[in-house]
Each structure stands twice: as C-alpha cells, then as structure tokens.
C-alpha cells in the first residue's frame, strides 16, 4: 500500500509520517519534495516544482519502482494543492494496480500560520523565511482544497488529534 500524507505546510504531514514509521519500521518513508530537488541539479530552480511535468511523473515512476521493489509500504508526505496535480499522480500509481490510501490533513488557517511561523528547518535564517514565506503562501488555498478532495479520502484534524491518535486512523483504514 501507498499511505499518502496530503494537507497544508504546517499540517503536520511529516510528524504523521515519522508516527506511521515508528510503528511500521518496513515501510519506506518517500519525500517527492527530493525528485524536485534532483530535478533542480539539472535546471534552473524556478517558482515550484510540482509545476513541471517531468517531477510529477518522475514522483510516479519512482514510487512504483519503491514500492515494487523494497517495501509493501510506502508512507509518503506531500502536499497536492492542485487538483489536477493530485488526480494525475494519484491516479498514475492507482492506473499501475497500487492500493493508494489518500489522507488529508485537515487545520485551521490560523493554527497553520501559527506553525509555520514557529518552524525552524534550516540554520540558514534567509533559507528559514523563504520557505515560510512559500508555505504560507499556500495556506487559505489549502484549507478550502480540504472540501475538493476525492471520494474515499481520509479526511483527519490534525489541529484536534495528536500525532499517536492521526497514525491510530490511518492504520485503522489502512488494515480495513
């Protein structure tokens, strides 16, 4: 299975990843946001990856052959903002016969700027503000993708449930 970890910068995707990983020790942990940094050895870095075709099939591609080829599980957190991204690359790894469990994260804004604005990721200070810049750029877009989210996603607040209590969820679904 592929556990999908969708929501807001700040929703909490990691923290559940690294919860799912702690308790599925097999599982491969798979950040697409490493596709769009290879990508941007061999281009210019411009505006967001995601926007260009060959990450989003290069983000297929190599989840399949992950997936294949090392684990039963692949828990991957990555935020699909566009519907039209999601449904390409959600859809190419159901199209290639992969059970793909499609979470969500669900926040208020105001708890997700709050936890953007707390994040430290990098000792690079400029780095720091950039990336939160861009996350919360996203914010008031992500909170209304929450109601356009396909059928069959596990919708989850993040802002009401721990960490613990987000993996309980998904294991429940995932095993159900």
């Known amino acids: 299975m592929i556990i999908w970890i969708n929501g807001a910068f700040g929703a909490g995707k990691t923290t559940l990843a690294e919860e799912l990983h702690r308790r599925l020790p097999e599982?491969?942990?798979?950040?697409p946001e490493d596709v769009g940094l290879m990508l941007?050895?061999?281009?210019?870095?411009?505006?967001d990856f995601q926007h260009l075709p060959s990450w989003r099939?290069?983000?297929v591609a190599t989840a399949l052959s992950l997936r294949?080829?090392?684990s039963e599980t692949l828990i991957v957190p990555m935020s699909l903002i566009r519907d039209a991204y999601r449904a390409e690359i959600l859809g190419g790894l159901a199209d290639a016969g992969e059970e793909v469990l499609h979470v969500f994260l669900e926040a208020d804004a105001d708890v997700l700027r709050e936890r953007l604005n707390a994040r430290v990721t990098h000792p690079d200070?400029?780095?720091d503000q950039a990336a939160r810049e861009f996350g919360?750029?996203?914010v008031?877009?992500?909170v209304a993708a929450a109601a356009r989210q396909p059928v069959g996603t596990l919708m989850l607040r993040s802002d009401k449930l721990t960490p613990a209590e987000l993996a309980d969820e998904?294991?429940?679904r995932s095993q159900g």
């Open 136 to 138: 919360m750029t996203g």
């Open 27 to 31: 599982a491969v942990m798979y950040n």
């Open 170 to 172: 998904v294991l429940a």
């Open 140 to 142: 008031d877009e992500m």
């Open 68 to 70: 294949r080829h090392h």
């Open 40 to 47: 941007w050895k061999w281009m210019r870095p411009a505006g």
């Open 57 to 59: 099939e290069l983000v």
């Open 125 to 127: 200070k400029e780095w």
